[in-house]
C-alpha cells in the first residue's frame, strides 16, 4: 500500500511540475582549522589577526537553539519568552525532564552539519546567543554541574569546537540574563524587567550575570576561535527611552569588563548601544581597550541605516563597529541594501537568522533554511513527554527533510567571495567525514534534496489556501519517506 501510495503520489508531481535535478560534484580541500596565529583583536576601527591581517566578520546568529521565541522556534508559550516554557515544563514534568526535554531539542536544532553548511556557504563566523538557564537549573543561581563537579559548559564547548573544525569565529552572547534585561520575549521574559532594578536584587542580578562571564572567561581564556564576547543582548530594550538610563548599562558592561580581563586579558569584548553606537560612551572614559562597539537594526527606511553608520563612526571612538542583528522591516528598503552599505562602511555584520519554524519560514528573507511543518510546534500545556520529545527531536535537523531553502542566503551569498556554493547545502553525516578526510560533498540544488514539491509550490505560495496545501502534501510525502507519523 505504502508503495502503491508513494507512486502515486510521485506521478502527481511530475504531471504538475518538472522536477529540477541534482547536480552532485566532489572538491577536495585542506581541513580548515583556527589557530593561534588566527585569534582577533581590535586595531583602530578594524578587527585583525595576529598576523595583522584585517579579518572583515560576515556571519550568522544561531538564533533559536539555545534559548527559544515563539516566533520562528516549535514552541507555543504565547510570545512571553522562555522562562514560561521551562516553569511550564517543570510544572508538569519536573526539572530533571524539563532538562531532558531541552537537551533532546538542542541535540537536534543544531548539529554538527550546520557549522559545515555556515563554512560552505562562505561565512566567518557565528553569533551563538545563549542565556542563563543554559547553566542554572533555576533562578536561585544554581549551577548545573557536569560529571567532574564542574559547572557544565559542554553545550558551549561543544559550538566552539565545531567553529574552530571548520574555520569559524565564534561570538558568544548572553541574550537573557537572570532578572531580564529589557521588556521583550528574547530577554527571557516579556514584562518582566528587573536586572537594572537599583535594589538589593537588581544588584544580584547583575553580580550573576558577571559571575557568568567570569566562569566562561576562564574556561575559554586565550582560545583563538572565539572572535568575542558579547556582554548582554539589547539591554533596556523596548524601555522608553526617556526611562532609559545608559548609564546603569555602562557600570554593568565596565563590571563585566573587568572581570573578564581577570582571567582572559586578550580578549575582544563587544558591547551593544540600544539602538545605536551614539548610546555607548567614549572607551577612554572607562579604560576599555580591545573592545568592539554594537548596535542591531531593523529599520523601515535606507536612510536609517545610512544614518546610523553615519552616527556611529561621527562618535570619533576609534573602535570596529558591528551590526550583531539586523533585517529590514516592510517595503521601503531590501536586506540587500542593508548588507552593501554594511560592507561598503566597515561596518561587520552577522545575520538574523541561521534557521526559522512558522508558517511563513520557507520563503522569508528571514532564514536561510526554513519549514512550514507547523505539527511540530510544541503545545507546552497539553502535549504529553513523549509527543515532546518526538517533535523536538530529529525532525528538528536541518537535514530531516521537513526543512527547505529560504530566501536569506539567496540576497546574502552574493557579498560572500569565500562561498563554495550559491544554494544552501544539506549536509550529513557522510559529507562531515568526507570533508575530515580532505574533500567535501557539493550539492547543485535549489533546495531541499528530499522535497521535490517546495519549488513549484514556492511559484503560488500567495494563492489562498495553497500554504496548507503545501503544509499537507509536504508532511504527506515526508512521513511516508521517512516513516514517520504526519
Known amino acids: 500500500m505504502k508503495k502503491t501510495l508513494c507512486a502515486l503520489l510521485s506521478l502527481i508531481i511530475v504531471l504538475l511540475s518538472v522536477t529540477p535535478v541534482l547536480g552532485v560534484s566532489v572538491f577536495a580541500e585542506d581541513n580548515v582549522v583556527i589557530h593561534d596565529e588566527d585569534a582577533l583583536h581590535a586595531d583602530s576601527y578594524k578587527i585583525v589577526n595576529t598576523k595583522g591581517e584585517e579579518v572583515f566578520l560576515r556571519g550568522l546568529n544561531l538564533g533559536g537553539w539555545l534559548i527559544m521565541e515563539d516566533w520562528f522556534c516549535p514552541v507555543n508559550n504565547n510570545a512571553t519568552g522562555d522562562v514560561l516554557t521551562y516553569e511550564v515544563l517543570e510544572s508538569r514534568f519536573g526539572t530533571e525532564k524539563t532538562y531532558e526535554l531541552m537537551n533532546i531539542y538542542q541535540d537536534n536544532w543544531i548539529v554538527e552539519s550546520d557549522f559545515l553548511n555556515i563554512a560552505e556557504m562562505g561565512f566567518n563566523c557565528v553569533r551563538i546567543p545563549f542565556w542563563y538557564r543554559n547553566f542554572q537549573s533555576d533562578n536561585n543561581g544554581t549551577w548545573i554541574l557536569d560529571e567532574n563537579g564542574e559547572i557544565d559548559l559542554s553545550r558551549l564547548e561543544w559550538a566552539v569546537e565545531m567553529c574552530r573544525k571548520y574555520g569559524l569565529y565564534a561570538i558568544l552572547d548572553l541574550h537573557a540574563a537572570n532578572g531580564v534585561q529589557g521588556y521583550a520575549d528574547h530577554a527571557g521574559h ?26 566562561i572567561a576562564e574556561r575559554f581564556a586565550g582560545d583563538p576561535a572565539i572572535a568575542m564576547f558579547d556582554l548582554l543582548n539589547e539591554p533596556m530594550c523596548n524601555v522608553p527611552m526617556t526611562n532609559r538610563i545608559h548609564s ?98 566597515d561596518v561587520v555584520w552577522t545575520l538574523w537568522t541561521y534557521k526559522g519554524y512558522n508558517s511563513w519560514a520557507a520563503w522569508a528573507d528571514w532564514f536561510c533554511y526554513g519549514s512550514t511543518d507547523d505539527e511540530f510546534i510544541v503545545d507546552i500545556y497539553n502535549d504529553d513527554y513523549d509527543t515532546i520529545a518526538r517533535k523536538w527531536g530529529e525532525v528538528m535537523q536541518t537535514n530531516s527533510g521537513y526543512f527547505y531553502e529560504g530566501q536569506l542566503y539567496k540576497v546574502a551569498h552574493k557579498f560572500l567571495p569565500n562561498r563554495k556554493v550559491d544554494v544552501v547545502p544539506f549536509r550529513n553525516q557522510w559529507d562531515i567525514d568526507r570533508y575530515v578526510a580532505g574533500e567535501v560533498i557539493k550539492g547543485n540544488f535549489s533546495g531541499n534534496n528530499e522535497c521535490s514539491m517546495c519549488d513549484m509550490f514556492m511559484s503560488v505560495k500567495d494563492v489562498p489556501l495553497i500554504g496548507a496545501i503545501m503544509r499537507f502534501f509536504h508532511s504527506l510525502i515526508h512521513s511516508i519517506s521517512t516513516g514517520k507519523n504526519i
Open 248 to 345: 546603569r548599562i555602562w557600570d554593568f558592561y565596565d563590571d563585566c569588563y573587568k572581570a573578564i580581563r581577570a582571567e582572559d586579558p586578550t580578549r575582544m569584548i563587544t558591547m551593544i548601544g540600544t539602538w545605536s553606537v551614539d548610546k555607548l560612551p567614549d572607551p577612554k572614559e572607562y579604560g576599555w581597550e580591545n573592545v568592539v562597539y554594537q548596535y542591531h537594526q531593523y529599520d523601515k527606511k535606507e536612510s536609517d541605516y545610512t544614518t546610523r553608520i553615519a552616527n556611529g563612526w561621527a562618535c570619533y571612538y576609534d573602535v570596529p563597529q558591528y551590526a550583531g542583528e539586523f533585517h529590514p522591516v516592510g517595503d521601503k528598503v531590501t536586506l540587500e541594501y542593508a548588507i552593501s552599505a554594511y560592507d561598503a562602511n
Open 190 to 215: 516579556v514584562n518582566n524587567y528587573h536586572f537594572f532594578d537599583q535594589d538589593e536584587k537588581g544588584e544580584w542580578y547583575r553580580a550573576q550575570a558577571v559571575e557568568l562571564w567570569r566562569v
